[in-house]
């Protein structure tokens, strides 16, 4: 069993030399700290970037396709949605949620991820979309996972679990901002 | 003797590493270790979501400034973009500079390639040039997508990722050192010396100091601005906020900011703005809108734990009484530790 081990760049002294002992014995230590520089940098996910676009000006733009490139280790992965509004009209011809998906997770039917909108006093009135002078916030997507959802449930993204990164193709609707986190990963390196 | 890059991490297992045997594991394994990372460490140099008005029928160019790695890496690109029709054809260039000074920039191409779009009316369109090396002086790239002869097309984003060729021998400019195992494979024969231990940790370093991850990204059109800050007041206008993961990290990080923008009269000073929302003594960051790539620093306070620490950048804009501000490009870039 070997566990992911968490590693803060920022409070590593990332100039220090592992030894300075001319001829240091092999110990244990030594080598395990050694083994773990490499393997902590492969399966530390990179940085979720923070993607400000305007899908909300009109229609045509409410799609976004995108994706991410994942490091080792990852299984699932929630997004955090910017959203700008300005008031509040009947807005048909949107819902009142997020789609989302990964590609790993699927693509149609109900592997479609809802994610609510801000929802008023009738689910048909929304707020009217509004990317440059409008108020605005960010909501995170839901942090269940269920892999095989019946219905179109706000939950995590699944992500491909692998040994080396690779790039997920994604996609999010009616959103000004997109960025993804990976929240969930594997319990034993040994199994990767 | 050979340097050997491994295609995936390998993990030894705790017993490997805690009884290690009289040879030349796990610390072989270690340094191949370092060789992947040469090899496949992969954050985004540039992930950018495109901002533009909808149903394009006109060519579009996006200055995308980055920091490259010093080792003048090759690149790997991911465009994906829409079109009405099917099957149109769409011409990707992307071409680099080292000095961004609007017209009069001397670009060098990087590649250019007509591809056809989707044989679907409205299908996703993925377009993927592996490897192509970007210089280490580069500041800025310029993607541009023609018009469809048929229809229009939504530019959808662009990913840009290093996917550089398996090490070859000698010390890098970022620092890293591939590891040849000529003398490691006679363990036996060879003292387990400093350098190979310390090795394992100044290469993966150099590697994550070098490859700047894409923290943050914004990017309009450089002539034709979808938003360009001309109905309103002169006060601060800004676009909703971005929230950008740093797992693991804090509790605060230093990232290099890069903005252009331009103004269409009037003074261009501090026009442009970045900034931490949410966290009391936030920075704040402003900018010339004189039409050259800004460069500057902003530390964030992170927020939250764990995997899901951040933090909330926002960009803002503000004109002068009767002059147009348009913001083209914005990024921000992370090196880890910083």
């Known amino acids: ?192 | 003797m050979a340097i050997t890059t491994p295609s995936d991490i390998i993990i030894s297992s705790a017993s490997q590493l805690w009884l290690p045997s009289m040879a030349q594991e796990p610390l072989k394994t270690a340094l191949e270790n370092a060789n992947y990372l040469m090899r496949w460490h992969q954050p985004p140099l540039a992930s950018v979501c495109f901002t533009a008005e909808n149903a394009l029928t006109r060519s579009s160019i996006y200055i995308v400034p980055v920091m490259p790695s010093a080792d003048a890496l090759r690149y790997s690109l991911e465009h994906r973009l829409v079109c009405t029709n099917a099957s149109q054809s769409v011409t990707v260039t992307v071409d680099e500079t080292a000095t961004y000074a609007g017209a009069g920039t001397s670009w060098s191409n990087i590649y250019s390639q007509a591809v056809t779009t989707s044989s679907t009316a409205g299908g996703l369109t993925t377009h993927t040039k592996s490897n192509q090396p970007i210089a280490a002086t580069t500041t800025a790239l310029r993607v541009t997508y023609t018009a469809p002869a048929a229809g229009s097309r939504n530019d959808h984003h662009v990913l840009v990722y290093p996917s550089p060729s398996a090490p070859s021998a000698g010390i890098q400019p970022s620092g890293a050192v591939p590891f040849d195992d000529g003398l490691i494979t006679h363990g036996d024969e060879a003292a387990i010396h400093t350098e190979w231990i310390n090795r394992c940790k100044t290469t993966a370093v150099a590697i994550l100091t070098d490859r700047k991850q894409n923290a943050l990204s914004f990017c309009q059109d450089e002539t034709n601005q979808l938003h360009q800050w001309n109905s309103k007041g002169t006060d601060f206008y800004p676009l909703p906020p971005g929230r950008v993961w740093f797992p693991n990290q804090g509790p605060t990080v230093t990232l290099d900011l890069r903005v252009l923008g331009k103004v269409d009269g009037g003074a261009n000073t501090d026009l442009l703005r970045v900034r931490q929302v949410g966290v009391p003594g936030a920075k704040t960051v402003t900018f010339n809108a004189d039409e050259t790539i800004k460069s500057g620093t902003l530390e964030v306070k992170l927020q939250g734990s764990g995997l899901m620490t951040y933090a909330d950048l926002e960009l803002a804009v503000k004109r002068t009484t009767g002059n147009k501000t348009r913001l083209m490009s914005a990024m921000a870039f992370w090196t880890p530790g910083d």
Do not use: C, K
Not at chain 1, 2 to 30: K, M, V
Not at chain 1, 63 to 69: C, E, F, K
Not at chain 1, 80 to 87: E, P
């Open chain 1, 1 to 192: 069993m070997r566990p992911i081990q968490p590693r803060n760049f920022y409070s590593d002294d990332l100039t220090a030399p592992i030894t300075g002992e001319p001829t240091p014995p092999a110990s244990s230590a030594l080598l395990a700290e050694a083994d773990s520089w490499p393997v902590a940098v492969a399966v530390t996910p990179y940085v979720g970037t923070a993607h400000i676009f305007d899908g909300l000006s009109a229609s045509g733009l409410f799609d976004r396709y995108l994706a991410a490139v994942i490091a080792p280790g990852a299984i699932h992965a929630r997004a955090a949605l910017s959203r700008g509004w300005a008031t509040i009209v009947n807005s048909t011809g949107a819902t009142n949620y997020h789609e989302m998906w990964s590609s790993d997770g699927g693509t149609t039917g109900n592997d479609v991820i809802h994610t609510p909108w801000h929802l008023m006093q009738s689910l048909s009135y929304l707020p009217e979309f509004e990317f440059q002078y409008g108020a605005a916030d960010i909501a995170d997507s839901g942090d269940g996972i269920v892999d095989s959802p019946t219905n179109n449930l706000d939950r995590q993204l699944e992500l491909q679990t692998g040994s080396s990164p690779y790039v997920e193709p994604l996609f999010v609707t009616q959103a000004a901002g997109f960025s993804l986190v990976v929240t969930d990963r594997v319990a034993d390196l040994e199994n990767l």
